[in-house]
């Protein structure tokens, strides 16, 4: 597995390193660094920034300040799987195997009742590390995109962190939220080999002394 030693090149303070950090799931799984603020600062860098930007616009359908505004905007006010469990906070196995039935036409709702059933009392967090994970993430590669500057992407980490720490209270929680989230995502697949590399970042995260999540206490974002 490839991963980058965590360094700090930049000399970057504890808080900003930990405004970074939450972006670590995606930015693990495309193996980019964790200690700086642009992801990658070796190689080809105009290739890499190319790169960047037909990331953003493949798959966010970011093209600039305005797309990003929209998007950062959308992920903080999505719900998911937590509208399900929401919805069946208090049902019971009959009733969700009733509502699997009356659905059968749709081979996504099995698993997304599966998986409240399996989260219904311990995932209160639900599913809103996956949103925020990747609106840190967003927001690092915006900047290496050239669509906003670095001041103008700190300020946006900060409303990001600001929020995930009304939600979250350890990197461990964070990460089961975002492997929910990552979950809910593939729940049309919605097999172990699916979410697999999913877990593996996840690993990596909580155990690798080259993990931000281990370099950093939770409470470092209060440094």
């Known amino acids: ?18 405004l970074l950090a939450t972006s670590g799931m995606l930015s693990q799984k495309n193996r980019e660094r964790h200690d700086v603020l642009l992801p990658e600062k070796e190689g080809n860098i105009q290739a890499l920034k190319g790169s960047s930007q037909r ?21 903080d006010e999505i719900v998911t799987l937590k509208a399900f469990q929401n919805r069946w906070e208090f049902s019971s196995p009959a009733e969700f195997t009733a509502f699997t039935k009356v659905n059968a036409k749709d081979k996504s709702i099995p698993n997304v009742v599966d998986m409240v059933h399996k989260y219904q009392f311990n995932l209160p967090e639900s599913d809103q590390a996956w949103h925020y994970g990747r609106c840190s ?38 990460g089961i939220s975002y492997l929910a989230g990552a979950q809910y995502w593939k729940r049309k697949e919605y097999t172990a080999a699916a979410i697999s590399s999913y877990k593996l970042d996840l690993n990596f995260l909580l155990t690798n002394k080259n993990s931000p999540w281990v370099q950093l206490a939770w409470d470092d974002y209060n440094n």
Do not use: V
Not at 161 to 173: D, G, P
């Open 137 to 174: 993430w967003l927001i690092r590669h915006a900047c290496y995109s050239g669509f906003i500057n670095e001041t103008e992407a700190w300020q946006l980490l900060e409303e990001n962190a600001a929020r995930i720490r009304q939600i979250f209270n350890s990197w461990e929680s964070f």
């Open 55 to 75: 990331a953003l616009k493949r798959d966010y359908g970011i093209n600039n300040l305005s797309d990003l505004a929209d998007t950062l905007k959308y992920f």
């Open 1 to 18: 597995m490839k991963y980058y030693k965590y360094e700090n090149p930049d000399g970057l303070n504890r808080h900003q390193l930990w």
